[in-house]
């Protein structure tokens, strides 16, 4: 999945062994210690796209959905709020993934006052989260409010490489982790982990010019 640096985090759990110039060279270990990487185990099965391999994925079980459906349903009401901390921890680790967003490139506007970010977060979390909750029963992934071909498209045109998907993973664990740490448990780090990886799969499907 791209230039992972051998680097590992201590105290922030991640650590940039690059100023950031086309693409991304990072390292980041979750709250139990363990690098956020895909291995092969047990049922996953190797995907490739376009000859390439890009990671592992594995069924979404029924487990896994119960997980996913009952912490959202008490993150839900936070969404906000939640969507607004999961892009600042991406913006923490990847300083210069501000300049994809044209309302930040030269705003002054702190995060957190800034409406078109606000609005953006919100949409971006709850899509993810809806995405999640419905992988199971729809057996693929489904966005509501756009579709597949129109993120992976806007993902190409933004230049979007596996390292970006890689650094919004992480953040959203943490993000979630920190929303409801009572309920967090290494199976639902999975669940979600196991989530968004099918997400970011079917985007990176898309990911090409228009026709």
């Known amino acids: 999945m791209g230039t992972i640096s ?59 959905e119960a997980l996913v459906v009952e912490s959202w349903k008490v993150m839900k009401k936070d969404a906000a709020e939640l969507g607004l901390k999961f892009f600042e921890k991406i913006f923490e680790i990847a300083p210069s993934t501000k300049r994809l967003f044209s309302f930040l490139r030269d705003s002054d506007v702190p995060l957190q006052q800034n409406p078109k970010l606000r609005s953006h977060a919100l949409s971006v979390f709850a899509m993810t989260c809806e995405c999640a909750v419905q992988l199971r029963k729809s057996g693929k992934v489904t966005v509501r409010e756009s579709n597949l071909k ?39 780090k999975d669940a979600w982990a196991e989530a968004y990886t099918q997400l970011a799969f079917a985007i990176k499907e898309e990911m090409k010019p228009t026709s």
């Not at 105290?11 to 991304?24: A, C, E, G, M, V």
């Not at 060279?25 to 210690?33: E, H």
């Not at 092969?40 to 079980?61: C, E, H, L, T, Y």
Request: hydrophobic share 40%; charged share 25%.
């Open 150 to 188: 129109d993120l992976g498209f806007t993902h190409f045109k933004y230049g979007i490489v596996d390292e970006h998907f890689d650094v919004g993973k992480f953040a959203l664990l943490e993000t979630i982790k920190e929303a409801i740490p009572t309920m967090w448990t290494v199976e639902m």
């Open 6 to 64: 051998k680097q590992w985090a201590c105290k922030n759990k991640y650590q940039t062994s690059n100023p950031f110039n086309s693409r991304l060279s990072w390292a980041k270990m979750d709250g139990f210690g363990q690098a956020i990487v895909s291995k092969p185990a047990g049922s996953m099965q190797g995907i490739k796209s376009k000859g390439k391999s890009i990671g592992v994925i594995r069924a979404f079980s029924e487990e896994q």
